[in-house]
T-cell receptor, first 115, second 116 residues
Framework: AQTVTQSQPEMSVQEAETVTLSCTYD???????LFWYKQPPSRQMILVIR??????QNATENRFSVNFQKAAKSFSLKISDSQLGDTAMYFC????????????FGTGTRLTIIP | KAGVTQTPRYLIKTRGQQVTLSCSPI?????VSWYQQTPGQGLQFLFE???????NKGNFPGRFSGRQFSNSRSEMNVSTLELGDSALYLC???????????????FGSGTRLTVV
């Protein structure tokens, strides 16, 4: 079974600064997907960024980037130039490839951007 | 393009009753998954449907059931409600296929169920 661990329950950072959220996972599979989801007070889970395990290049989406270390089973999210709208719960999630699309989530990190 | 729609947004039920929640996926998405979110247990996978068939099921009692219709809309049902069933129930839809680029999930805003 796969597990996902987020060791930072809460974090806060000043607006415009950079923050990194940590995530580690455990799997014996070689092909899989990793995701970061954001859940603001509106409750909707919003996909922030996705990484395919077979790709060595780290994914980036505007101000969001990941540091994917496959051997270490680590998948951290870096948010640059943080904005007030980034305040939310952030969940790291894992999904196997080839038809098994169940998501396994970490416990989340509550991120607060301070004006 | 319309997102994933979940109805109702809020629901209050009495212990012992049953409840049905609805999820309309993004047009063209054939896979629908359900998750339960609670402060204590976090996000837990309930089940997933694809083309009206349940493909995966999480570790929940038989009181939790679901179905998917030919238009991909899905419902989940919880019978004999317990206080511990109070949670946010999230639905996610996705494309599915051997194309790796199809892996992705779009969530609805959830149904907040309170059992009293």
């Amino acid at each position: 079974a796969q597990t996902v661990t987020q060791s930072q329950p809460e974090m806060s950072v000043q607006e415009a600064e950079t923050v990194t959220l940590s995530c580690t996972y455990d799997t014996s599979e070689n092909n899989y997907y990793l995701f970061w989801y954001k859940q603001p007070p509106s409750r909707q889970m919003i996909l922030v960024i996705r990484q395919e395990a077979y790709k060595q290049q780290n994914a980036t989406e505007n101000r969001f980037s990941v540091n994917f270390q496959k051997a270490a089973k680590s998948f951290s999210l870096k948010i640059s130039d943080s904005q007030l709208g980034d305040t939310a719960m952030y969940f790291c999630a894992f999904s196997l490839n080839f038809g098994n699309e169940k998501l396994t989530f970490g416990t989340g990190t509550r991120l607060t951007i301070i004006p | 393009k319309a997102g994933v729609t979940q109805t109702p947004r809020y629901l209050i039920k009495t212990r012992g009753q049953q409840v049905t929640l609805s999820c309309s996926p993004i047009s063209g998405h054939r896979s629908v998954s359900w998750y339960q979110q609670t402060p204590g247990q976090g996000l837990q996978f309930l089940f997933e449907y694809f083309s009206e068939t349940q493909r995966n099921k999480g570790n929940f009692p038989g009181r939790f059931s679901g179905r998917q219709f030919s238009n991909s809309r899905s419902e989940m049902n919880v019978s004999t409600l317990e206080l511990g069933d109070s949670a946010l129930y999230l639905c996610a839809s996705s494309l599915w296929g051997r194309d790796k680029s199809s892996a992705g999930y779009t969530f609805g805003s959830g149904t907040r169920l309170t059992v009293v």
